[in-house]
């Protein structure tokens, strides 16, 4: 079963613009964490928050975490054409595996 | 460095015939292994994975089977396809739990059953 659940489904904007896609999950985490998936490749891992971090920056990319509201936001800055892909969040419930989310299909047009 | 190998990238098989996919990781040691399938322009359903050598948890009852016959080969198997079947597959490792470094995935190999 999904524990996590991206929003929106799909997201189409201009290259420049910040693209924000949501998470949210039901039951509590040890971490949670975002992956990006190119059209018919497998998923790359970008970032992991641990659930007593609030926010967490790499490169571009942005994530906040809160566990009072069980949600977490990816926010890639100046997007690029290159950054169309399907981004999908992913929760460590202590267990041996990850269960990952619906994903968001970005679109940045040139 | 840390590779995974997984193959084959496309497949076409008929129903009622077998399956095996392989995946092998190298440059790491007792890695934990992952099968997952994706429906198109779905997420990832988790399918087994394996924490040592012959050790395989299942997560969703269904018509495939998995083997860790080596320390850094995971396969996925069927005795006989369904159309069900189906799909992107996707294997990947993680050092222990996915706490630290998250996963990493292979290349994927995309499945039709006809």
């Known amino acids: 079963s999904q524990q996590g659940e991206e929003d929106p489904q799909a997201l189409s904007i201009q290259e420049g613009e910040n693209a924000t896609m949501n998470c949210s999950y039901k039951?509590?985490?040890?971490?949670l964490q975002w992956y990006r998936q190119n059209s018919g490749r497998g998923l790359v891992h970008l970032i992991l928050?641990?659930?007593?971090?609030r926010e967490k920056h790499s490169g571009r990319l942005r994530v906040t975490l809160d566990t009072s509201k069980k949600s977490s936001s990816l926010l890639i800055t100046a997007s690029r054409a290159a950054d169309t892909a399907s981004y999908f969040c992913?929760?460590?419930?202590?267990?041996?595996?990850?269960?990952f989310g619906g994903g968001t299909r970005l679109m940045v047009k040139p | 460095s840390q590779t995974i190998h997984q193959w084959p990238a496309t497949l076409v098989q008929p129903v009622g015939s077998p399956l095996s996919l392989e995946c092998t990781v190298e440059g790491t040691s007792n890695p934990n292994l992952y099968w997952y399938r994706q429906a198109a322009g779905r997420g990832l359903q988790l399918l087994f994975y394996s924490v040592g050598i012959g050790q395989i948890s299942s997560e969703v009852p269904q018509n495939l089977s998995a083997s860790r016959p080596q320390d850094r080969q995971f396969i996925l198997s069927s005795k006989k396809l369904l159309l069900s079947d189906s799909g992107f597959y996707l294997c990947?490792?993680?050092?222990?739990?996915?706490?630290?470094?998250?996963?990493?995935f292979g290349s994927g190999t995309r499945l039709t059953v006809v």
């Open positions: 992913a929760t460590d419930n202590a267990g041996n595996m990850l269960t």
């Open positions: 039951t509590s985490i040890n971490n």
């Open positions: 928050i641990r659930s007593n971090e």
């Open positions: 990947a490792w993680s050092v222990g739990s996915s706490a630290v470094y998250g996963y990493t």
